[in-house]
C-alpha cells in the first residue's frame, strides 16, 4: 500500500491556489454564506493556514474579485477580423459565460463588492479598491470597443454611446441572473442589436458617428447582426 505525499507549495502558489478555491465558492454563494473552514476544506489546508497567507475573509474575497475583474475585462477582446456585429456578438457570448458561471460574484462586482456583500462594514479605502475594480473592467471594455470600430479619438457622443453600452449589458446581464427567464442567447443579440441602436440614433445628430455607422453597415454581410436587426425594424414600419 502506498500513501501520497501532499506537496508542499510556495507562498504564491498558495496564494493563488487559495484565491482561485474562494472564486469558485463565491460564483455560486454569496461571500457572508462561505466560511474560511468552508475554503479550507476546499484546498485540503487547516484553518489557520488560510489565516497565515490572508487576514481574513475579506481581504481573500477582495483578492478573488480582482482575479474576476481581470477575466471579465479579457472577455472583451476579441480579434479585429470580420464584420463588426459578429465580433460583438462574440463578445457578448463570453461576457455572458462569465456571468453564468460566477453569478453571484458577478453580482457582488458589480453592485459593490464586499461594502455590499459582508454586511457594509468594509473601509472606504476597501470600497474605494473595488470600485477601481469595476471601472477598470469598465475602461477595458470600452478601449476594447474603441478599437474594434478603429477609432482613437472619440467625439463626445460616441463615447456616450460606447460608455452607455457597457452600462446596458452590465445591468442587463444583472436582471438576467435574476430568475434567468429569458434566453441568454436571445439577450446576447439584442445587445448587440441594441449597439447598433445607439449608434444609429447618436448618428442623426453626429456627423462622425453617422459616417462611422456607414462603414459598419457596409461591411455587414446579409445573415449578420446588424443586417437581422434592420430586418427586423423594417417589419414593423407600416
Known amino acids: 500500500m502506498t500513501t501520497g505525499v501532499r506537496r508542499r507549495m510556495g507562498v504564491e502558489e498558495r496564494r493563488r491556489q487559495l484565491i482561485g478555491v474562494a472564486l469558485e465558492l463565491f460564483s455560486h454563494r454569496s461571500p457572508d ?3 474560511i473552514d468552508e475554503i479550507a476544506a476546499a484546498a485540503g489546508i487547516s ?3 488560510v489565516y497565515h497567507y490572508f487576514p481574513g475573509k475579506l481581504s481573500l474575497y477582495e483578492a478573488a ?3 474576476a475583474a481581470e477575466d471579465l475585462a479579457q472577455r472583451f477582446e476579441e480579434p479585429r477580423e470580420g464584420p463588426l456585429g459578429a465580433r460583438l456578438l462574440r463578445v457578448m457570448g463570453r461576457f455572458f459565460d ?3 458561471e460566477h453569478g453571484p460574484g458577478f453580482s457582488a462586482l458589480m453592485r459593490g463588492g464586499p461594502a455590499v456583500s459582508m454586511g457594509g462594514s468594509c473601509s472606504p479605502e476597501t470600497v474605494s479598491a473595488t470600485n477601481a475594480l469595476i471601472d477598470s473592467v469598465r475602461q477595458a471594455a470600452y478601449v476594447q470597443i474603441l478599437a474594434h470600430l478603429n477609432v482613437t479619438a472619440p467625439s463626445d457622443r460616441l463615447e ?3 460608455r452607455s453600452w457597457i452600462s446596458l449589458a452590465e445591468s442587463t446581464a444583472l436582471l438576467w441572473l435574476d430568475g434567468r427567464r429569458v434566453p441568454r442567447e436571445e439577450l446576447q443579440l439584442q445587445l448587440v442589436h441594441d449597439f447598433a441602436a445607439l449608434a444609429a440614433v447618436s448618428a442623426a445628430y453626429d456627423p462622425k458617428t453617422a459616417a462611422l455607422l456607414r462603414t459598419v453597415l ?3 454581410p446579409a445573415d449578420g447582426p446588424f443586417a437581422d436587426l434592420l430586418n427586423r425594424l423594417g417589419a414593423l414600419l407600416p
Open 98 to 100: 462569465f456571468v453564468d
Open 160 to 162: 456616450l454611446v460606447v
Open 218 to 220: 457596409a461591411d455587414e
Open 33 to 35: 454564506e462561505v466560511s
Open 65 to 67: 474579485l480582482k482575479r
Open 47 to 49: 484553518r489557520p493556514l
